[in-house]
């Protein structure tokens, strides 16, 4: 859980996005030794975007690691997994969390299902216990 410009939200890693991130810098890294050390110092130019890719994809693969999967504002729930969801707090009647999911029981006698995840469920307890009276 962590507080990013007043919202709070809840992050898990982002597999996909460091793999696919991680193999860019590899191809980048070896472009730029290539081309270093077998093309010509006239076609230096050419290698300047790659050295961009090597000094600045660290900081995205470190930034970038944790994917959003809940957003609490002041205004709604977001649920950013598979199926997202937006849902106004105003429109949530009461909820209940188990080891598994978060039911949500909407105003209009309605029930929608959230996994929890590997999140813990004291905090989401708190958390929602916030917004959902």
């Known amino acids: ?3 990013e410009n007043n919202n709070i939200i809840f992050t898990v890693l ?3 996005l460091i793999i696919s991130l991680g ?8 472009t730029v030794i290539l081309f270093f050390t ?8 050419l290698v300047l ?4 890719f090597v000094c600045v994809l660290p900081i995205f693969i470190i930034g970038m690691r944790n994917k959003i999967i809940y957003r ?3 205004d709604e729930l977001q649920y950013r997994g598979t199926n997202p969801c937006t849902i106004k707090w105003q429109d949530i009647s009461s909820y209940n969390i188990d080891n598994i999911s978060i039911t949500l029981k909407l105003k209009n006698d309605t029930y929608k299902t959230l996994p929890v995840l590997n999140f813990d469920t004291n905090k989401l307890q708190k958390e929602l216990s916030i917004y959902i009276k």
């Open 1 to 3: 859980m962590k507080i």
């Open 14 to 16: 982002n597999k996909k």
């Open 23 to 30: 193999i860019i810098f590899l191809i980048s890294l070896i």
């Open 38 to 45: 077998v093309i010509e110092p006239e076609y230096i130019i």
């Open 49 to 52: 975007p790659f050295v961009f």
């Open 72 to 74: 609490f504002t002041i």
